[in-house]
């Protein structure tokens, strides 16, 4: 039963320190998304990826959020420095794109909180 | 640009009631829509979807039809149980947006024995 992998599960650190998240996506899909979920703004795309490549990353905030897929069994989302309305639970998705099979699949999410 | 609205909550009902999220949506191309469903603590799961007017999805006793003449794609159980609670979003992508998805603002649904 193939699923999305995300560490840490869970994950608490002062204001100003770099958070690292981790997504494993399921082998064979192509698209890889990072999500963030809050109470207030609900399920937001922060960034996505096609075959490892970057294509939009407009929902991040640039100057301390970076997404990366160094291959692909791994992505990442860093943050640096961290700020406490940075708190929310991140999601990673995977799918295979192809104009037919368009359905993404959810991990089960690092919730973050920022002291 | 494309958009899902769907009916707001807290919805509370009692088990073995029939349960009706409304969804309509706004879509530049002929989208695929989709029903997620988020239990307590989890990340979301594909519940069911439906890729061209007129198709059904199903499962786990949930329906949604896709009706492309009201834009709608409203989701059904005849008899809901206590494990239903959670959170139920619609969604949709198509090929205008890289398809990527578009959700909803999520509706929590509780089910008291």
């Known amino acids: 039963d193939a699923r999305v992998t995300q560490t840490p599960r869970h994950k608490v650190t002062e204001m100003g320190q770099e958070v690292t998240m981790r997504c494993q996506p399921i082998?064979?899909?192509?698209?890889v998304f990072w999500y963030r979920q809050t109470m207030m703004q609900g399920l937001e795309l922060l960034a996505y990826?096609?075959?490892?490549?970057?294509?939009?990353d407009s929902g991040m905030p640039k100057d301390r959020f970076s997404a990366e897929m160094p291959d692909a069994t791994l992505a990442t989302l860093k943050i640096q420095p961290s700020e406490p309305r940075d708190s929310a639970v991140y999601f990673c998705?995977?799918?295979?794109?192809?104009?037919?099979?368009?359905?993404?699949?959810f991990g089960p999410g690092t919730r973050l909180t920022v002291l | 640009g494309n958009s899902v609205t769907q009916m707001e909550g807290p919805v509370t009902l009692s088990e073995e009631a029939f349960l009706t999220i409304n969804c309509t949506y706004t879509?530049?191309?002929?989208?695929?829509l989709f029903w997620y469903v988020q239990y307590p603590g989890e990340g979301l799961q594909l519940l069911l979807k439906?890729?061209?007017?007129?198709d059904k999805g199903s499962n786990k006793g949930f329906e949604a039809t896709y009706r492309k003449e009201t834009t709608s794609f409203h989701l059904e159980k005849g008899s809901v149980q206590v494990s239903d609670s959670a959170v139920y979003f619609c969604?949709?992508?198509?090929?205008?947006?890289?398809?990527?998805?578009?959700f909803g603002a999520g509706t929590t649904v509780t089910v008291r024995a």
């Open positions: 998705a995977s799918g295979f794109v192809d104009g037919v099979y368009n359905e993404q699949f």
């Open positions: 990826f096609r075959n490892r490549a970057p294509l939009d």
């Open positions: 879509a530049t191309g002929y989208p695929s």
């Open positions: 439906a890729t061209k007017a007129d």
């Open positions: 082998l064979g899909h192509n698209t």
């Open positions: 969604a949709l992508s198509d090929r205008s947006n890289d398809y990527k998805l578009s």
